[in-house]
């Protein structure tokens, strides 16, 4: 049930932060960790959805030289206009590929706890409260992550970027 109820939308993160090649193997490795971690689930919670997250990021921090290394590389390709006529013709193509070059640029640059934050907020509309229970961290301490990226990206981006990462 958990599984059914989550898999497509811990995929759809997975996607965006290391790219679509990896992300069938590591959504379904952060259920198999939920599996094997059952007995640490705080019942007390209603929803698996921050527990699951959590999981998904600790498993992403193990490919970070891989989300940095797609940041890296969207950040060298052509301008968003070029990218946008492919990007039409090609479906299903998840947010992390259509990422500016600057905004990859920018999500390179930053800490690991802060892009953890922001992309929680930002591509998993995790509420602060979420984020802070998925990584274990003073729901505080994601505000000033949060923050901190937002003020990184916009110094790096101009105000657009402020547009772009506030979904949250």
Known sequence: ????????????YVAARLGTAVADDVAAET?????????????????????????????IGRHRRGEIRLYRAISRSAPR???ADHADRVAGRVAAERLS????????ALAKGDRDALLLVACAQLSY????????????????????????????????????????
Do not use: C
Request: proline content about 4%.
């Open 1 to 12: 049930m958990i599984f059914d109820r989550y898999y497509a939308a811990i995929h759809r």
């Open 31 to 59: 259920f198999l960790a939920a599996f094997d971690q059952r007995d640490r689930y705080d019942l007390a919670r209603p929803e698996a959805r921050a527990w699951l997250y959590g999981i998904a990021t600790n498993l």
């Open 81 to 83: 206009e070029e990218l």
């Open 101 to 108: 070059p600057e905004l990859a640029r920018g999500l390179a």
């Open 129 to 168: 409260a979420e984020v802070a229970h998925a990584l274990d961290i003073p729901a505080g301490t994601v505000g000033s992550r949060v923050n901190r990226a937002r003020r990184k990206l916009r110094t790096t981006l101009g105000p657009t970027a402020e547009e772009i990462m506030s979904h949250g």
